[in-house]
DNA sequence: GGGCCTCAAGTTTTT
DNA sequence: CTTGAGGCCC
């Protein structure tokens, strides 16, 4: 096997085929092609079988592209290795040996919706107060403990008393009991059933393990408890499991990642070897440069020094705008301009921060006709009738699955109400059947009335629609669905005529999923498998790069992946780093993990970086101000090349007075009020964002009046006038704002610009 | 039982 | 600003 291509330290990650391998893998060292040449070294040169090996990878996408390259790497049998993420894996041994714990073969899967609304039924029977208990927190609790391998009873117990505790164990108590009534489990249920599967069952332990005698983990850093234990125990009788991972890039905390599974990796696997890969090829010297500094701030980390051969580029860019829509502008003229330069623009992409930060961006990308794909965000499988169709589906593939069967009971509307719902819940509750069976029995349930003809037509139409699914394809079934239960017929009578033609493209859509399923699963395809695809299938797995479009997606999404020129936008305190993180003094680990997530995003870019950000920002409706963030601090002044392109007033240490003066009206910001006071390192420009705007105008014109020379708007339009930064321009309109007057001048230099007249210090000028 | 209206909350990140 | 949930009235 040729390993020629591989340097000394990829060489030694192929070779060390035996025993357990920590890899400490930095940014762009080109892991996967270490990776990759593993796999097929073991299959080619160590006579190991394909089958025999486990290769687990973050993302479906990931797990596509090494089985791909692995493929590529051998004459045959490169599809016959195991190469998928975490939750694929278990899936595939929950669906041969969940009956073992007692689940249905056509077990759902429950996204964070289901989740939600199953909650919600929890803490009514519970009777929990929605005021005092939140659906959000008991879920994360619920997630929390599972990460973690702790029961309800353990929970139970730890709660010592408590009674809060003990009514948050009450309810993952019942929220477990509920997801098994449905014959259903979360994404966490997905990796903690297996374990109790392989904790029950030695043989079906012993089975995979004897199966998997080479393990193979991606992205270690940001495997949680519960995937540990997983390859602890898959990997206990051949102990060759080789682990990858990069503490520096570990950014999925929140969803429960432990990151001392990779800096403990040594005394969970005595006799590990380490090898690490620290010549990265992906970056120029400048962008490695400035990351390698950002991550030098934080404290909890493994030290390592990352170099590159490549050439030093050139500097990372840091852009201020007014606004968002301005700083969009800006970024996409910016993607312009590198196609003018010849950088296909698939090689580009913008990142951000949250999912909200890309509305503005792809309307600039629509007004300027620039094709783009959104990552992530809304996601499709969302939207309300792609969720009530896969109701219908999963209702006739798992009849237990009373979550799926109340969504679409009266949907379209059958004249099922609430009444007749809560009477046949009871009524199940009493005889202990599932609410899909007690609708079955719709004649026994007393004091229905005219109802139960009703519920008898609507299991008819579930069985007939079992019976068809059994026969033809499930677009077909999408098909029968909309028109036999009469969904499209509503959807139709109901909705305006845009809505019901994209809610109807969506669908098509999904039908065209549905067929892309069937002809990649083959004769294996039934409706359990779609569904499962549809659940375990995230955003960027489906991300077609071959096409030229500009690329738009969150920071996280963007793990893995590597552009030509990539834009940072939203660099300002209190959305990246967020608020919660720069607050939570309690927490300071968080803002390491922000620290990180700035460190994947700066590693993504091979040639061009540049870093956006706005000064004010519309959020949940209200203008919020932000100062520069203080990771673009971070990045040593002379890696940097600035260019300010706003105009507003940039706040000043000596100005800090003017935000610690109470907040007019009690808002749920006040709680970030106290910013910036404490002994957090940050003291400079004052409360980023936090304040309505127009109340910073308001004081700052306040501050004005007591400045010895106070601006004074003495032109109007028509007349000639002076910027500062802007130069000459003429006066088009002015318009009284609440706070300010706006004023629209043409400049000659830089074209027509609105600004407000307090801050733009425009002077009069004779011409 | 259904439809309309008002009000509140929300978003940090995702398999 | 949006969306969802709950209340009220027909």
């Known amino acids: 096997m040729d390993l020629h291509g591989l340097n000394d330290k990829q060489q030694e990650v192929v070779r060390t085929t035996e025993g357990p391998v920590l890899v400490l893998a930095g940014a762009g060292s080109g892991k996967t092609r270490a990776l990759t040449h593993r796999i097929a070294y073991l299959i080619e040169e160590k006579g190991v079988r394909p089958w025999n090996i486990l290769a687990i990878t973050f993302t479906n996408k990931a797990a596509g592209e090494m089985r791909e390259r692995v493929i590529d790497l051998l004459p045959s049998g490169g599809d016959q290795v195991w190469v998928a993420t975490f939750h694929a894996t278990c899936v595939r041994i929950l669906r041969r040996y969940g009956e073992l714990l007692g689940y249905e073969r056509s077990f759902s899967i429950y996204d964070t919706d289901d989740q939600k609304t199953l909650m919600r039924q929890v803490m009514k029977t519970l009777e929990l107060d929605p005021k005092m208990y939140k659906e959000r927190s008991l879920l994360a609790a619920v997630s929390d403990a599972k990460n973690r391998m702790v029961s309800p009873e353990q929970m139970a117990i730890d709660a010592s008393g408590d009674y809060r505790r003990m009514r948050y164990a009450e309810a993952y108590a019942e929220y477990q009991v509920q997801l098994k009534k449905n014959n259903a489990m979360d994404f966490d249920d997905l990796l903690v059933k297996t374990v109790e599967l392989f904790q029950n069952c030695p043989e079906v ?126 970024i996409v003229r910016m993607m312009e301009n590198a196609v003018s330069r010849g950088i296909p623009l698939r090689e580009c992409a913008v990142l951000y921060r949250t999912n909200a930060q890309s509305r503005a961006l792809e309307e600039r990308c629509v007004t300027r006709s620039l094709p783009y794909r959104l990552v992530g965000g809304v996601n499709f499988y969302q939207r309300k009738e792609i969720k009530d169709i896969l109701a219908y589906l999963r209702t006739v593939a798992n009849g237990l699955d009373d979550i799926s069967v109340l969504r679409i009971l009266n949907v379209p509307k059958r004249g099922i109400g609430q009444t007749t719902q809560a009477k046949v819940a009871e009524f199940a509750q009493q005889e202990e059947l599932s609410f899909y069976d007690a609708l079955c029995e719709a004649e026994a349930i007393p004091g229905l009335g005219k109802a139960a003809a009703k519920l008898d037509a609507f299991v008819s139409l579930i069985e007939r629609f079992r019976v068809e699914a059994e026969e033809i394809p499930i677009a077909d079934v999408i098909d029968m669905v909309l028109e036999e239960s009469g969904y499209q017929k509503e959807l139709e009578e109901t909705e305006d005529d845009t809505t019901v033609q994209s809610r109807l493209e969506n669908i098509e859509e999904l039908k065209s999923k549905a067929e892309e399923y069937e002809s990649e699963a083959g004769d294996d395809a039934d409706l359990a498998g779609f569904l499962e695809d549809i659940a375990l299938v995230a955003d960027v797995d489906r991300m077609d790069d071959s096409e030229e479009r500009l690329t738009l997606m969150t920071l996280h999404s963007a793990k893995g992946l590597e552009f030509t020129k990539v834009v940072i936008s939203g660099m300002e305190d209190g959305l990246f780093p967020s608020f919660q993180s720069i607050n939570d003094v309690e927490h300071p680990e968080q803002l390491e993990e922000e620290r990180r997530l700035a460190y994947v995003g700066i590693t993504r870019a091979k040639k061009e970086l540049t870093l956006t950000m706005a000064r004010t920002r519309m959020v949940n409706g209200e203008t919020r101000y932000g100062a520069e963030s203080r990771f673009v601090a971070e990045i040593p002044e002379n890696l940097l090349e600035r260019e300010d392109k706003s105009t507003l007033y940039r706040p000043q240490r000596e100005r800090r007075d003017l935000y610690q003066t109470p907040p007019r009206r009690a808002s749920k910001w006040d709680a970030y009020a106290d910013y910036g006071k404490g002994s957090l390192p940050y003291q400079g420009g004052g409360s980023p964002f936090g304040k309505d705007v127009s109340q910073l105008f308001e004081l700052g014109r306040s501050a004005k009046k007591a400045a010895p020379a106070p601006a004074v708007i003495d032109y109007h339009a028509g007349d000639r006038v002076r910027h500062t930064k802007f130069g000459d321009g003429t006066v088009l309109s002015m318009e009284d704002g609440p706070h300010d007057t706006e004023v629209t001048v043409e400049f000659d230099r830089v074209g027509i610009k609105k600004m407000m007249a307090g801050f733009a210090k425009l002077r009069k000028i004779e011409d």
């Open 205 to 330: 332990l012993a089975e995979y393990q004897e199966k998997f005698r080479y393990i193979l983990v991606d992205e270690y850093q940001d495997t949680n408890g519960v995937q540990f234990r997983l390859v602890k125990l898959l990997s206990e009788k051949y102990r060759n499991v080789c682990v990858v991972g990069d503490d520096d890039q570990s950014i999925y905390k929140f969803r429960g990642a432990d990151i001392r599974n990779i800096l403990d990796f040594e005394d969970a696997f005595p006799g590990a070897t380490v090898i690490r890969l620290e010549q990265n090829y992906r970056s120029t010297g400048s962008i490695l440069d400035a990351a390698n500094h950002v991550i030098a701030n934080n404290e909890d980390r493994k030290a390592k020094r990352l170099w590159t051969e490549n050439e030093t580029g050139a500097k990372v860019r840091m852009v201020s705008y007014d606004t968002a829509q301005e700083e969009a502008e800006g």
